[in-house]
């Protein structure tokens, strides 16, 4: 209860999108309106090179300055704002799905153009384990795109998801004339490459006002009309209750690159988001308003210059109070740590703080202390859940090249995986060793570091898996008839759970068809 206005002015969020979708943009959009920044570009110069697939080096030192700008808070009309940045590189997709844990809301960002893909389902799946509240934002309306009713029947059905528009654009690509705000019933008129002022709203009284038609003329005033009434019938009054509850997605409309819509964006995020929200344990529920303090870390950030092995261990504090130098609980270690330096990332002066509320996110200096989803407390025994470990994609058989390192080489690979650069698996009974990643950068850079922190040389041979399941059954003896059969596609993840390796989709239908008793999981959680 003491902290309660700090945790009602903090808002936790991340933007996330498919590459290209406006991801970057949108957030340099939002941090000049926060005055986190002063000048356009200044976001984009940190951003990793989406293409460059085969340079990880270039990735990881571009990734390297990014860390300053992993967390980027700001304040806007009295709140506090953390946004949490998510590689826009598929390859650390997995960076980015542990992102979504340590936020209490999300803004989804979706090419009028290309709408819903790849990525775009996977970040939703994410969202909806978690029943993380999600707000929509149609972005490029200054290109020619699908037809607004389209796109949102489109995100309906793929991202499975009721959609409520709070904001509609009048016509598309070089007929954009601008969106009418249906919530407070304005309307916001766009000029191509000019930033929108306050002029360029006009409060409108109702849909058949002859403003409407004297601006936007005849044809698109009774069409806007129409629609709008149509969207009226259709969806009703917005309730905030379904969004929060992560059911209902409230849908804006506009151009980033433009500036146009973000500020009916931010304005209504920030009116609507939900404050830092309580978390699951192993133990009970935690509140954040909550005296004592608790957290958890949900990424790892290794430095890759070899003369400075320090890693940043990011924190998100759920509960109480965090202070400098005091002495917390490490549950796993069932040690007391304290740190000295914590680190803020305030995108101004990034710089040591003295405390940290719930929603806060902090740079903890580890020297090999922390793996994801460890807990800190004042001393009670808990875990935080909902931390989830997700299927990897391409697998490869680890081959020591050097066996008087094999201890290195097995130290390496568990402290990388503890970092979540990588899932490790081995053959259930066997020492037959397994990387499984999202992408095939992270084999360059498990490669890399192995030789340069471990002095543990590797190489990789590629295996014909196309997915890893955790495999529960209560019927033990079923699921050890099963172990039997497919023991060459049956390994143990580093937490010992069983896991089935399956060669491709229709193989996996066959294994579960064949076994009912046996249940067959794409994400396994680092705590129950
Ligand atoms: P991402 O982080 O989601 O990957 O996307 P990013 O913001 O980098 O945007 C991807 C491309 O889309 C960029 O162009 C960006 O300028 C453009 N873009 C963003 N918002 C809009 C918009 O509202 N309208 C239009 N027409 N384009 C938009 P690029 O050519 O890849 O990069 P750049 O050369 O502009 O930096």
Same mark, same amino acid.
């Given at each position: 209860?003491?902290?309660?206005?700090?945790?009602?002015?903090?808002?936790?969020?991340?933007?996330?999108?498919?590459?290209?979708?406006?991801?970057?943009?949108?957030?340099?959009?939002?941090?000049?309106?926060?005055?986190?920044?002063? *000048?356009?570009?200044? !976001?984009?110069?940190?951003?990793?090179?989406?293409?460059?697939?085969?340079?990880?080096?270039?990735?990881?030192?571009?990734?390297?300055?990014?860390?300053?700008?992993?967390?980027?808070?700001?304040?806007?009309?009295?709140?506090?704002?953390?946004?949490?940045? *998510?590689?826009?590189?598929?390859?650390?997709?997995?960076?980015?799905?542990?992102?979504?844990?340590?936020?209490?809301?999300?803004?989804?960002?979706?090419?009028?153009?290309?709408?819903?893909?790849?990525?775009?389902?996977?970040?939703?799946?994410?969202?909806?384990?978690?029943?993380?509240?999600?707000?929509?934002?149609?972005?490029?309306?200054?290109?020619?795109?699908?037809?607004?009713?389209?796109?949102?029947?489109?995100?309906?059905?793929?991202?499975?998801?009721?959609?409520?528009?709070?904001?509609?654009?009048?016509?598309?690509?070089? $007929?954009?004339? @601008?969106?009418?705000?249906?919530?407070?019933?304005?309307?916001?008129?766009?000029?191509?490459?000019?930033?929108?002022?306050?002029? $360029?709203?006009?409060?409108?009284?109702?849909?058949?006002?002859?403003?409407?038609?004297?601006?936007?003329?005849?044809?698109?005033?009774?069409?806007?009309?129409?629609?709008?009434?149509?969207?009226? @019938?259709?969806?009703?009054?917005?309730?905030?209750?379904?969004?929060?509850?992560?059911?209902?997605?409230?849908?804006?409309?506009?151009?980033?690159?433009?500036?146009?819509?973000?500020?009916?964006?931010?304005?209504?995020?920030?009116?609507?988001?939900?404050?830092?929200?309580?978390?699951?344990?192993?133990?009970?529920?935690?509140?954040?308003?909550?005296?004592?303090?608790?957290?958890?870390?949900?990424?790892?950030?290794?430095?890759?210059?070899?003369?400075?092995?320090?890693?940043?261990?990011?924190?998100?504090?759920?509960?109480?109070?965090?202070?400098?130098?005091?002495?917390?609980?490490?549950?796993?270690?069932?040690?007391? !740590?304290?740190?000295?330096?914590?680190?803020?990332?305030?995108?101004?002066?990034?710089?040591?703080?003295?405390?940290?509320?719930?929603? $806060?996110?902090?740079?903890?200096?580890?020297?090999?202390?922390?793996?994801?989803?460890?807990?800190?407390?004042?001393?009670?025994?808990?875990?935080?859940?909902?931390?989830?470990?997700?299927?990897?994609?391409?697998?490869?058989?680890?081959?020591?090249?050097?066996?008087?390192?094999?201890?290195?080489?097995?130290?390496?690979?568990?402290?990388?995986? $503890?970092?979540?650069?990588?899932?490790?698996?081995?053959?259930?009974?066997?020492?037959?060793?397994?990387?499984?990643?999202?992408?095939?950068?992270?084999?360059? !850079?498990?490669?890399?570091?192995?030789?340069?922190?471990? @002095?543990?040389?590797?190489?990789?041979?590629?295996?014909?898996?196309?997915?890893?399941?955790?495999?529960?059954?209560?019927?033990?003896?079923?699921?050890?008839?099963?172990?039997?059969?497919?023991?060459?596609?049956? !390994?143990?993840?580093?937490?010992?759970?069983?896991?089935?390796?399956?060669?491709?989709?229709?193989?996996?239908?066959?294994?579960?068809?064949?076994?009912?008793?046996?249940?067959?999981?794409?994400?396994?959680?680092?705590?129950?």
């Amino acid at each position: 209860m003491k902290f309660d206005t700090e945790i009602q002015k903090r808002r936790t969020f991340a933007i996330i999108s498919h590459p290209d979708a406006g991801k970057t943009t949108l957030t340099e959009k939002f941090l000049l309106f926060g005055g986190a920044i002063q *000048t356009a570009g200044a !976001v984009k110069s940190n951003k990793i090179k989406k293409h460059a697939t085969s340079d990880f080096m270039e990735i990881e030192r571009q990734r390297g300055i990014s860390v300053a700008t992993s967390v980027m808070s700001f304040e806007y009309r009295h709140m506090l704002v953390n946004l949490l940045d *998510t590689p826009g590189h598929k390859d650390f997709a997995e960076d980015t799905y542990r992102t979504l844990t340590a936020v209490d809301s999300v803004i989804l960002v979706v090419d009028c153009v290309k709408g819903v893909e790849e990525q775009t389902r996977r970040l939703m799946e994410v969202c909806r384990m978690r029943d993380t509240p999600v707000i929509v934002f149609i972005n490029k309306l200054d290109r020619d795109g699908k037809a607004p009713f389209d796109l949102l029947d489109e995100i309906e059905k793929e991202l499975s998801i009721h959609l409520h528009p709070l904001t509609w654009p009048i016509g598309m690509g070089k $007929d954009f004339k @601008g969106v009418y705000n249906l919530y407070d019933q304005s309307l916001l008129l766009f000029h191509a490459n000019q930033k929108a002022t306050e002029e $360029d709203i006009l409060p409108i009284q109702h849909l058949q006002d002859a403003t409407l038609s004297s601006v936007l003329g005849e044809r698109d005033a009774s069409m806007l009309a129409e629609e709008a009434g149509l969207i009226e @019938g259709v969806y009703g009054a917005f309730e905030a209750v379904p969004y929060l509850a992560g059911k209902t997605a409230p849908v804006f409309f506009g151009s980033a690159i433009n500036n146009f819509g973000v500020k009916e964006l931010l304005d209504t995020f920030i009116r609507i988001a939900p404050e830092p929200r309580g978390r699951e344990t192993t133990a009970r529920p935690v509140e954040a308003d909550e005296d004592k303090f608790s957290g958890f870390i949900f990424k790892i950030h290794a430095n890759l210059d070899p003369k400075h092995r320090d890693r940043i261990a990011f924190l998100r504090v759920c509960s109480g109070r965090f202070e400098r130098n005091r002495f917390y609980h490490h549950v796993r270690l069932d040690k007391e !740590v304290r740190f000295s330096n914590p680190y803020t990332f305030l995108a101004r002066d990034k710089d040591v703080i003295q405390e940290a509320f719930p929603g $806060d996110v902090i740079g903890l200096f580890d020297t090999g202390n922390f793996k994801i989803g460890d807990t800190l407390t004042e001393g009670e025994e808990f875990y935080f859940t909902g931390i989830p470990s997700f299927s990897p994609e391409i697998f490869k058989e680890v081959i020591n090249k050097d066996p008087m390192r094999t201890k290195q080489l097995e130290k390496g690979l568990l402290q990388l995986t $503890d970092e979540g650069v990588a899932q490790l698996f081995t053959q259930h009974n066997g020492n037959r060793k397994i990387i499984g990643c999202v992408g095939d950068l992270q084999f360059e !850079v498990i490669q890399y570091r192995l030789l340069q922190e471990y @002095g543990a040389s590797v190489q990789f041979n590629s295996l014909p898996f196309y997915k890893a399941c955790w495999i529960t059954s209560e019927h033990t003896a079923k699921l050890e008839e099963f172990i039997r059969f497919k023991s060459g596609n049956v !390994v143990q993840d580093k937490d010992e759970h069983l896991v089935y390796l399956a060669q491709s989709e229709w193989y996996l239908n066959t294994e579960r068809n064949n076994h009912p008793d046996i249940q067959f999981h794409f994400t396994s959680e680092i705590h129950k």
